[in-house]
């Protein structure tokens, strides 16, 4: 079956990196869209980040943009979210999820809608000093 398996997060002080990895198994993720998604304490889950395994088109927040990189390895089968200069407003649990390239999904993934049927369990990320 579809799961995927986040790992990477951590305490990190303002302006460090983390690099958050999202590892699949059961799929191969050359025909799924990938996002990242974040919810802190309270908040909703906010979109982060999505990449397209058809074309590679990748998608950030407006919030994440020029610090976050998204990216895919095929070889491992795992998607990568590189977080620089971090700020305490990162603070939040962070998730990956995929869904098989259909139209609908990949508005999803332009937009950051969290409407994917396949989730990992979350990595905490905290931000501060």
């Known amino acids: 079956q579809v799961q995927l398996v986040e790992s990477g997060g951590g305490l990190v002080q303002p302006g460090g990196s983390l690099r958050l990895s999202c590892a699949a198994s059961?799929?191969?993720?050359?025909?799924?869209?990938i996002g990242w998604f974040r919810q802190a304490p309270g908040k909703e889950r906010e979109g982060v980040s999505c990449?397209?395994?058809?074309?590679?088109?990748?998608y950030y927040a407006d919030s994440v943009k020029g610090r976050f990189t998204i990216s895919r390895d095929s070889a491992k089968n795992t998607v990568y979210l590189q977080m620089n200069s971090l700020k305490p407003e990162d603070t939040a649990v962070y998730y990956c999820?995929?869904?098989?390239?259909?139209?609908?999904?990949?508005?999803?993934?332009?937009?950051?809608?969290?409407?994917?049927?396949?989730w990992g369990q979350g990595t905490q990320v905290t931000v501060s000093s």
């Open positions: 999820a995929t869904d098989p390239i259909t139209l609908a999904t990949m508005r999803a993934c332009s937009r950051l809608l969290p409407d994917f049927g396949s």
């Open positions: 059961g799929f191969t993720l050359d025909y799924y869209v």
């Open positions: 990449i397209s395994s058809s074309d590679g088109s990748t």
